[in-house]
C-alpha cells in the first residue's frame, strides 16, 4: 500500500534561499532512497510563509526508513533550526 507524506513548514522571507538549498539537497538523497515514488513541493496562496511538500512512498516501512537516515537527519534539524521550529508531518494511506 503506497502512501502519501505531506510536509508542512513556514518559511519567512529571510530564510527562502537558505531553505532553498537544504530542500535541494534533500530532495537529492531522496531520490536515491528506496521505495521513494514522487514528490511535488506547493506553496500556500493565502498564506505566503506556508509551502507544503507531498512525497508518495512505496510503503510506510520505505518511510521510515527514510525518516531514520543519518544524512536525511542532519539536514533536517539545520532545516528545523533555520526555521525556528519543527517540521510538520502527516501520513495518509492511498
Known amino acids: 500500500m503506497t502512501v502519501k507524506i505531506f510536509i508542512k513548514r513556514k518559511v519567512q522571507d ?14 537529492a538523497l531522496t531520490l536515491e532512497q ?5 514528490g511535488e513541493t506547493l506553496s500556500r496562496i493565502d498564506k505566503k510563509d506556508e509551502c507544503m ?7 510506510v516501512e ?8 543519518p544524512k536525511r ?3 533536517q ?3 528545523d533550526k533555520l526555521l525556528g521550529q519543527e517540521t510538520d508531518y502527516a ?3 492511498a
Open 34 to 38: 528506496p521505495g521513494y515514488i514522487s
Open 91 to 93: 501520513m495518509y494511506s
Open 77 to 79: 534539524t539545520e532545516i
Open 53 to 59: 511538500v507531498i512525497s508518495t512512498w512505496r510503503s
Open 14 to 27: 529571510t530564510n527562502v534561499m537558505k531553505l532553498t538549498l537544504l530542500l535541494k539537497q534533500l530532495r
Open 73 to 75: 537527519n542532519e539536514i
Open 62 to 69: 520505505d518511510w521510515n526508513a527514510w525518516v531514520n537516515n
